[in-house]
């Protein structure tokens, strides 16, 4: 009798152990080009997660896309910091302003993704000038006027109503930002053909090369098809091509792995993001993909991973309308895929990298496209190129700011 207790109780975890529901946790899909509508791939995946909950032993949740930096949290901060500067200012005590208007910029520069103009940026580099000659130091009091009048040519900034000797000095450093030879800027993303800005002009689709530039800071911002926006500050030089790519800065579990999705491609660093991802979501089963527009129709390429094997499978091609309305009965199929392996605890077939996430998808990098940058002074329209259809020609991994 003890014997047949003893045999009970060794199986009773075993038993309970194959009653429990497999882990399968569903990643927003990533857009593979910028004609994916805005939060598809997230809303995809909600509808995918919420089919498989319909097919038993399976417990299944949503990853969330990770929380980003709040960008208007800077710039609230940068406006607080920039009239207590200013205080300061009209107080006589420029050395505590130079201190508080430098961190103005590292705040404006964190949250360019929010920023829709220049000025906020070339009104802190003014303020920063007359700091910095207040202070003696009249060499570092030019570039930042130079930098000022870069991002924003012929203002009527407020510091040169404070002196004469200013606005003389300010007249003298548009001159030369305006007679300087120009500089290049190339914007891309990851994917391509998401909406960019260059001191809050619309610049067009990346990847776009901005010409014309007066050399010093400049704004840029990158509009991506997940819903988010990238930016930042460069500093370009008088004959040289900056470069820029804007990318999702998610910080969840992840998002690195649907970073390396959005590139259209999959190799081993992405299998090591795969098996991090299942580790910090607690998965047995990951399912992730790529979504891009093909004519009228949004087509998802999915895969599902398994860190007990470290291997992943593809699973069935969908497609369904960019509004969704379809994408029920589609995405029925990938569910019962998904259901049908880790119900039986096997992977199938495993697919090898490295490999694109879609053969059809134009998700690497296009013809770049061109912008040239107005000439200040002049009421000139910002023109706008329609290139057509874009041509595939590589990829590449970002996000990156370069000057060449």
Do not use: C
């Not at 990643?27 to 598809?40: E, H, I, K, Q």
């Not at 399976?58 to 929380?67: H, P």
């Not at 891009?292 to 369904?320: I, Q």
């Not at 061109?370 to 996000?399: I, Y």
């Amino acid at each position: 009798m003890k014997t047949l207790l003893s045999a009970l109780l060794l199986l009773a975890p075993a038993a309970a152990l194959a009653d429990e529901p497999a882990k399968v946790v569903v990643v927003p899909f990533a857009p593979l080009g910028g004609d994916v509508p805005n939060n598809a791939g997230a809303k995809a995946a909600d509808v995918l997660a919420t089919t498989l909950k319909s097919h038993d032993g399976l417990a299944v949740k949503l990853a969330g896309a990770g929380e980003a930096d709040d960008p208007a949290a800077h710039l609230k901060k940068a406006q607080a910091l920039s009239a207590d500067a200013r205080k300061d200012l009209d107080a006589g005590q420029p050395f505590a302003a130079k201190v508080k208007l430098q961190q103005v910029l590292e705040e404006l520069a964190a949250g360019a993704a929010a920023m829709d103009d220049a000025e906020p940026l070339a009104d802190a580099h003014a303020a920063l000038s007359r700091a910095l000659y207040q202070s003696g130091d009249d060499a570092a009091g030019q570039l930042e006027l130079q930098r000022a009048e870069a991002l924003h040519p012929n203002k009527d900034f407020a510091e040169t109503r404070t002196s004469p000797l200013f606005a003389a000095l300010a007249k003298d450093a548009e001159s030369k930002v305006l007679g300087a030879e120009k500089a290049k800027l190339k914007i891309g993303s990851i994917p391509p053909g998401a909406s960019a800005k260059i001191d809050g002009l619309d610049a067009g689709r990346t990847p776009v090369l901005v010409r014309e530039l007066p050399p010093g800071a400049h704004l840029w911002r990158v509009d991506l098809p997940s819903g988010g926006s990238v930016g930042g500050v460069v500093e370009v030089k008088a004959g040289a091509t900056a470069e820029v790519t804007g990318a999702a800065l998610a910080k969840g579990p992840a998002s690195p792995l649907v970073a390396q999705l959005a590139a259209n491609a999959l190799t081993q660093a992405s299998v090591a993001s795969m098996k991090d991802a299942a580790a910090g979501l607690d998965a047995q089963w990951l399912v992730f993909g790529g979504l891009h527009v093909e004519g009228s129709d949004l087509v998802l390429d999915s895969f599902v991973y398994a860190p007990k094997a470290n291997g992943f499978a593809r699973l069935p091609k969908v497609k369904f309308d960019p509004d969704l309305l379809t994408a029920g009965q589609e995405l029925a199929k990938v569910a019962g895929d998904v259901a049908g392996r880790a119900g039986s605890a096997t992977l199938g077939a495993a697919a090898k990298v490295p490999l694109k996430v879609s053969d059809t998808a134009s998700a690497e990098l296009v013809d770049t496209s061109e912008f040239r940058f107005p000439a200040a002074g002049t009421d000139e329209a910002q023109p706008k190129k329609d290139n057509g259809p874009r041509r595939v020609v590589g990829a590449r991994k970002g996000p990156v700011t370069k000057q060449q």
